[in-house]
Nanobody, 124 residues
Framework: QVQLVESGGGLVQAGGSLRLSCAAS????????MGWFRQAPGKERDFVAA????????YYADSVKGRFTISRANAKNTVYLQMNSLKPEDTAVYYC?????????????????WGQGTQVTVSS
């Protein structure tokens, strides 16, 4: 089993930055693809970014491309999401997820393990 714990969320003004972290325990995730998703109130959980186990491949939703960066530190069993130029529409609960797939999935249903989420609120 893999346990994932997100941190780093908070309240920030539009244009500001936050860095989310996702720490894994219970089993090394160094060979897992990792993803970030977000869910705003009343909406479905949407893909944000994903990274392959090696970090060599990354994928982003169009809405965050150029503003968000996903990275990982396998020695620390941790994945990060650097979020810059934040907008009010980025407000959501952000979740990290892990999957054994070689190519990082971009759909909710493909991921085996999920964290509890961290709230990100961007004020205008």
């Amino acid at each position: 089993q893999v346990q994932l714990v997100e941190s780093g969320g908070g309240l920030v003004q539009a244009g500001g930055s936050l860095r989310l972290s996702c720490a894994a325990s219970g089993h090394t995730t160094s060979t897992y693809a990792m993803g970030w998703f977000r869910q705003a109130p009343g909406k479905e959980r949407d893909f944000v970014a994903a990274i392959s186990w090696s970090g060599g491949s990354t994928y982003y939703a169009d809405s965050v491309k150029g503003r968000f960066t996903i990275s990982r530190a396998n020695a620390k069993n941790t994945v990060y999401l650097q979020m810059n130029s934040l907008k009010p529409e980025d407000t959501a609960v952000y979740y990290c997820a892990a999957d054994r797939a070689l190519n990082p999935p971009r759909v909710v249903s493909a991921y085996d393990y999920w964290g509890q989420g961290t709230q990100v609120t961007v004020s205008s």
